[in-house]
């Protein structure tokens, strides 16, 4: 089935340093919507891109839907101890149902203070 | 604040059981999804409805069913649980038609099949 690809698995970082998830599909994606997971909690949705090109910015975090709508990307800039948890990207292919959102397998950052 | 409850957070049952996990949101809510999530595997779908009494398959429904007799509550069904099934499953919702709402998520139950 449809999947959607999402690197790093993990990602270890000492604060203050940026940090990058890249989420990959291959195929054309109607929307992407990017969610965080805080260790022992549940994903809470951040933000959703839906126009070819489009980038959003949330304080340190941007980020991005691809031209061809078929890559999106995560940037934390300057990393907290806060933004420890797993982040996952969830996009709906073109063309498939309208309900159902694929989501990728996650990117697990920890920080190191 | 959407609120999504689950009836437990941790739940220990025996292998062949029958086991019933209930979701329940507050905000007239029209689609809810169940998801099952396992390391390294991320979640995955295993059914979803968009209105009372709809339902359709998601990536792994087997060994599962659903039950949405009301508009708030939607009801995940272990016919006969086994250890594959030990896993967190997590309850979602969004508003309306189509993918473009952000989902609600639940809390989670944590389910150990021995």
């Known amino acids: 089935g449809q999947q959607v690809m999402q690197i790093p698995q993990y990602q270890h970082v000492q604060e203050g340093e940026d940090f990058t998830t890249y989420c990959n599909s291959s195929t054309t994606l109607s929307n992407i919507q990017w969610y965080k997971q805080r260790p022992g909690g549940h994903p809470v949705f951040l933000i959703q891109l839906v126009k070819s090109g489009e980038v959003k910015k949330q304080k340190r975090l941007t980020f991005q839907f691809g031209e061809a709508k078929k890559n999106s990307s995560l940037h934390i800039t300057a990393t907290q101890t806060t933004d420890v948890g797993t982040y996952f990207c969830?996009?709906?292919?073109?063309?498939?149902?309208?309900?159902?959102?694929?989501f990728g397998k996650g990117t697990l950052l920890t920080v190191n203070p | 604040d959407v609120k999504v409850t689950q009836s437990s957070r941790y739940l220990v049952k025996r292998t062949g059981e029958k086991v019933f996990l209930e979701c329940v949101q507050d905000m007239d809510h029209e689609n809810m999804f169940w998801y099952r999530q396992d390391p390294g595997l991320g979640l995955r779908l295993i059914y979803f409805?968009?209105?009372?009494?709809?339902?359709e398959k998601g990536d792994i429904p087997e060994g599962y069913s659903v039950s949405r007799e009301k508009k708030e509550r939607f009801s995940l069904i272990l016919e006969s649980a086994s250890t594959n099934q030990t896993s967190m499953y997590l309850c979602?919702?969004?508003?309306?038609?189509?993918?473009?709402?952000?989902?609600?998520f639940g809390p989670g139950t944590r389910l150990t099949v021995l």
């Open positions: 409805s968009y209105d009372v009494k709809m339902k």
């Open positions: 969830a996009g709906r292919p073109s063309g498939g149902s309208n309900y159902k959102l694929t």
């Open positions: 979602a919702s969004s508003l309306s038609w189509g993918s473009y709402n952000e989902q609600f």
